[in-house]
């Protein structure tokens, strides 16, 4: 079993930056593929980006590329996630995720989750 770990929330300015961490615990952490999710206001939990085990590959929802950068180190078992230039839109809970699967944006492939991070971006 992994537990995870989500934070860095908080309030950002609409075209600053904010980098959430999700620290995990458990020996194999780099043998799991994460990803994070959202969870905005009115909307399902919706696919953020995800990233391999060894960090070799990184997938991107259409909304938040080019502006959001999935990362990970595995010595210290955390995977980030850098947001630059938030947008009002993205505000909402913020959740990390563990999979088997590689390069997936289904949530229901996700194993385990962290209790999630608030990001709240102002106009």
């Known amino acids: 079993q992994v537990q995870l770990a989500e934070s860095g929330g908080g309030l950002v300015q609409a075209g600053g930056s904010l980098r959430l961490s999700c620290a995990a615990s458990?020996?194999?952490?780099?043998?799991?593929?994460m990803g994070w999710f959202r969870h905005t206001p009115g909307k399902e939990r919706e696919f953020v980006a995800t990233i391999s085990w060894n960090g070799g590959r990184t997938y991107y929802a259409d909304s938040v590329k080019g502006r959001f950068t999935i990362s990970r180190d595995n010595a210290k078992n955390t995977v980030y996630l850098q947001m630059n230039s938030p947008k009002p839109e993205d505000t909402g809970v913020y959740y990390c995720?563990?999979?088997?699967?590689?390069?997936?944006?289904?949530?229901?492939?996700?194993?385990?989750w962290g209790q999630g991070t608030q990001v709240t971006v102002s106009s």
């Open positions: 995720a563990v999979t088997r699967v590689t390069m997936t944006t289904r949530y229901e492939d996700y194993d385990y």
């Open positions: 458990g020996r194999t952490f780099s043998s799991y593929n």
